[in-house]
C-alpha cells in the first residue's frame, strides 16, 4: 500500500481507503462485514470511514464495526484511521438532522459510545447546512476538536463559500481542517472545475466517494439491470432512469480499461490516482473479493497523455 500526505497536514492516507457507508448495517451479514475488514486492514487499508446514520439501521455500521474492533483489533487502535461524521438525519423530531451545536456534538458523543472508542481521528461536519449558521457549525467542531474526541476536522460536501467560513474559523482556533470529503468519478467530474484546486490551495486533503458511481463504472449494468442490483431497489441513490443514458459512455470506457488490462473499474479508481490532487478513493465492498479486485487498481496508475484526452472525450 502507498500513502499520501492528507493536504498540508503530518497525516497520511492509504491510496484506497474502505468506506462503511453500505453493507454493514444490521441488516447484513456481520461475518462477512467481519471478513472484509479484516481483509482490508491486512492488505494496508488502514482508513475507515463511517457516519452515524451509516446502517440500515442508522447508527448500524458504527456499532458493527466497534465489536469488530472489540473482537479483533485490541491493541492496533494506533494503527488505524478512523473517521465518522454528522449532518445528515439520524433519528426523528427537531434534534436529529442538521449542523447545529447540539446535534453535532450529541452525535459525535454517541458515535464514539457505537464503536467503543474515545476519540476518532477525523471528525467530519457531513453536509452544509443552510438552516444553521457557519460560525455555530464551526464552533461544535472546535467543542469536539478540544474536548479530545477527534485528532482532526474534515469537511464533507461542501461548496467553497461555506468552506470558507469553516477555515477561517477554525484557522483562527488553530484547529486543523485536514481534508475535504466529495463525491467525484469519471461520471461525476464537477469537482475538477474548482474545488479540488480550492483544497489544494486551502491546505487540505482531497477524499472521494462513489468512484465507481454507484456500479455503473463497472461491468454490472451493461447488459441490463440485474434483479439483485443497487439500481433494481426501490431505495438508495441510484434510480433505473440513470443507467441507460451513461451505458454508452460506460462501454467506450471499457474498452481502454481492457487495452490497460484493467477492468473498467480498476481503471475507475486508477485515474482518480493519478490526479495527485486525490488524497485517498473510498471504495464500498459487499464482499472480500470486491476489495481484493479493487487493489489491483493500484498496480498501474499511470496513464498516457492518449489515454486521457479519450477519457475527457467520452466523459466530459
Not at 466529495?182 to 469537482?191: A, D, G
Amino acid at each position: 500500500m502507498r500513502f499520501r500526505r492528507s493536504g498540508n497536514s503530518g497525516l497520511v492516507l492509504p491510496e484506497l481507503s474502505l468506506g462503511l457507508w453500505h453493507n454493514f448495517g444490521d441488516t447484513d451479514s456481520f461475518a462477512t462485514a467481519r471478513d472484509m475488514i479484516r481483509y482490508a486492514f491486512d492488505s494496508g487499508i488502514t482508513h475507515f470511514d463511517l457516519a452515524n446514520n451509516y446502517g440500515p439501521l442508522p447508527g448500524s455500521a458504527e456499532e458493527t464495526f466497534g465489536r469488530i474492533l472489540k473482537k479483533d483489533f485490541e491493541g492496533l487502535r494506533h494503527e488505524m484511521v478512523i473517521s465518522t461524521k454528522a449532518g445528515h438525519e439520524m433519528w426523528p423530531g427537531p434534534y436529529g438532522d442538521g449542523s447545529s451545536r447540539k446535534y453535532l456534538i450529541e452525535s459525535c458523543n454517541e458515535s464514539l459510545k457505537r464503536m467503543g472508542l474515545e476519540y476518532v481521528d477525523i471528525f467530519y461536519t457531513h453536509r452544509y447546512d443552510p438552516n444553521t449558521p457557519l460560525e455555530e457549525t464551526a464552533s461544535a467542531l472546535e467543542t469536539i476538536y478540544k474536548q479530545g474526541k477527534a485528532i482532526y476536522i474534515g469537511i464533507s460536501k461542501y461548496p467553497p463559500f461555506a468552506a470558507d467560513v469553516i477555515l477561517s474559523y477554525l484557522k483562527e482556533a488553530r484547529i486543523p481542517v485536514i481534508i475535504h470529503q466529495l463525491k467525484y468519478s469519471m461520471l461525476v467530474r464537477e469537482p475538477e472545475k474548482e474545488i479540488l484546486g480550492y483544497n489544494k490551495e486551502h491546505g487540505m486533503g482531497t477524499i472521494t466517494f462513489s468512484p465507481l458511481a454507484q456500479g455503473l463504472l463497472t461491468d454490472k449494468y451493461v447488459d441490463g439491470i440485474p434483479a439483485d442490483s443497487r439500481a433494481a431497489k426501490s431505495h438508495g441513490f441510484l434510480k433505473k432512469e440513470e443507467v441507460a443514458p451513461e451505458m454508452s459512455k460506460v462501454i467506450a470506457l471499457k474498452e481502454i480499461a481492457l487495452k490497460r488490462g484493467q477492468t473498467i473499474a480498476q481503471m475507475a479508481i486508477s485515474w482518480q490516482l493519478y490526479n495527485d490532487r486525490v488524497t485517498s478513493v473510498l471504495i464500498g465492498a459487499s464482499r472480500v473479493q470486491q476489495i481484493a479486485e479493487n487493489l489491483k487498481a493500484l498496480d498501474n496508475i499511470a496513464f498516457s497523455g492518449e489515454e486521457i484526452e479519450l477519457i475527457d472525450r467520452i466523459t466530459l
